[in-house]
């Protein structure tokens, strides 16, 4: 099933080219008291909602896909991780360029580490990527997002991958320089997901799947995830042994060769086979 949150916070079901109207089905959601659990609150319900949806589907209102405006398909992250230097090539790209790639940690993805993104830069499709910094190169990344379903610690590897709700097309956006990935990483809408969640039965393997990025129709980036040097279920074990996941967390796996710059005007897309396509468009930031 692809679920969407669009419009002025609507929730849809994709289908056939359309969005179909499912508002109805957060009646099932449970009664936000405060403080509220940890987590996105639909994501962390994803079972029940998805009965009422079911329920609700075949007298559902519905219009094309090409009409609607899609928001992040989670509405409240508790944190997004970063996937550094998780494909060959696009280490060995950012090796032959260090001046741009000026990452202060070098070496393997076991010994770097992951990073965080905050959870404030997330945007979908629809809002766009504001530039900050025009002096500085923000280059796009394009990678496949793991949206986390369920609560996890310690979770062994062989059973990681039941803890995904789904999958969704992510961009890392990123300002080139000498700090930290996190700071470089988190400026408001630099973090898309989009344009919906396939939920993770509707996707036979996630470790097989061609991912594509082009800019103004031209080809830049083009990989199949099977590349990945630490996988999606390895990628999970691996961060909930350092912290818990929650419902809604999202995972940024990783991007291949070819990231590059982008500017104000410039129109990004984005494919995922078995996930769908988006379009991202770039301008610089007001003030
Ligand atoms: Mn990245």
């Known amino acids: 099933m692809n679920i969407c949150w669009y419009d002025q916070h609507q929730l849809g079901v994709v289908a056939d080219g359309r969005v179909y109207a ?18 996105d609150l639909l994501i962390a319900h994803l079972d029940t909602v998805r009965a009422a949806i079911e329920r609700l589907l075949p007298n559902a209102p519905s ?27 696009h280490v060995a790209e950012a090796n032959a360029d260090q001046a741009t790639f000026t990452d202060r940690y070098k070496g393997p993805i076991r010994e770097q580490g992951l990073f965080l993104k905050a959870a404030s830069a997330l945007v979908g499709p629809s809002e766009g990527v504001a530039l900050r910094f025009p002096e500085r190169l923000s280059h796009h ?29 992510a961009l890392d956006m990123t300002v080139r320089g000498p700090e930290d990935r996190s700071l470089r990483k988190s400026l408001d809408s630099y973090a898309v997901l989009g344009p919906w969640l ?80 988006m379009r991202v468009a770039v301008r610089a930031a007001q003030g």
């Open 22 to 39: 499912v508002g109805g089905a957060l009646a099932a959601l449970p009664t936000a008291r405060y403080p509220a659990a940890p987590g």
């Open 63 to 89: 219009k094309p896909a090409s009409e609607v405006r899609f928001l992040s398909p989670v509405a409240n992250p508790g944190k997004i991780i970063g996937v550094p230097v998780n494909y060959a090539d």
């Open 141 to 169: 990344e394009m990678e496949l997002g793991v949206v986390i379903g369920k609560t996890a610690a310690n979770v062994a590897q062989e059973d990681a991958l039941s803890y995904v709700a789904g999958y969704a097309i």
């Open 198 to 277: 396939v939920t993770a039965d509707a996707i036979g393997d996630a470790q097989r799947l061609d991912i594509s990025l082009s800019v103004n129709g031209e080809l830049r980036q083009r990989a199949s995830t099977a590349e990945m040097i630490i996988g999606i279920a390895e990628q999970i074990a691996w961060a909930s042994s350092y912290y818990t996941l929650h419902p809604g967390d999202i995972i940024m796996s990783g991007t291949c060769a070819g990231v590059g710059q982008v500017l104000p005007g410039d129109v990004i897309d984005c494919a995922i086979e078995g996930v769908g396509e």
